[in-house]
């Protein structure tokens, strides 16, 4: 099957193998658009930013992808953090990178071009705090949920050599649901978002650029 171009508007579900799923093989996005890479910890919202921006994974500021994107991981932060602080124990520091994280995000959406940022998604004031500025920067604000199970999460947390501790992934997986099952009845982007694609990993693995464009 020749894959298509979608230009997301409201909540596309890419999850599963239908035809329609099967067949999108390209993201495309207004050229000053906000777009939001949520899933729960190890959902792979990090490699995904590799695999379709080229952000290298030791990079410890906002990164310029090669076609104008300025990509805001929150593993930017932790490594440039760690530099300094990596003789405290990682929960001690924690809220300084995630502080550092946002502060970010902020500055990125005040500049020029489009915004990838890596969020969980799974905080509501998180997500009304994106929402806030994205507006008050006069963009649209778009997000693509990476719809994991907790067991393949957990895996990709191995592979990168992380661990969430046990009762806040639980807690995380709780809310993820409840924005999915939210999403899925509404049949509307959730919350001040323009549009989210529902993606599982096959769907992910199906598409091939996500693009920027006037």
Not at 86 to 107: C, K
Not at 185 to 208: E, F, K, M, W, Y
Request: hydrophobic share 45%.
């Amino acid at each position: 099957m020749r894959a298509f171009a979608l230009a997301p508007h409201t909540l596309h579900d890419l999850r599963g193998d239908g035809e329609t799923c099967a067949g999108v093989g390209e993201l495309r996005y207004p050229a000053r658009a906000a777009l939001v890479i949520a899933g729960i910890p190890g959902a792979g919202k990090s490699t995904a930013l590799h695999t379709f921006f080229g952000t290298p994974p030791d990079a410890d500021a906002p990164a310029r992808a090669a076609q104008g994107a300025l990509v805001v991981d929150s593993h930017q932060s932790r490594v440039r953090l760690r530099r300094r602080l990596a003789w405290l124990p990682y929960p001690l520091w924690r809220p300084v990178m995630h502080a550092a994280h946002y502060t970010a995000v902020r500055a990125a959406l005040r500049g020029a071009g489009p915004v990838v940022i890596h969020d969980c998604g799974t905080y509501r004031w998180s997500r009304r705090m994106i929402a806030r500025w994205t507006a008050a920067a006069g963009r649209e604000l778009h997000v693509v949920m990476l719809d994991v199970a907790p067991e393949v999460a957990r895996a990709g947390q191995r592979a990168r050599g992380r661990r969430i501790n046990p009762v806040t992934f639980a807690l995380h997986c709780r809310r993820w649901r409840g924005l999915v099952a939210d999403a899925v009845r509404d049949t509307a982007a959730p919350g001040r978002t323009t549009s989210a694609v529902l993606t599982d990993r096959a769907g992910l693995n199906r598409l091939q650029r996500i693009v920027f464009e006037d």
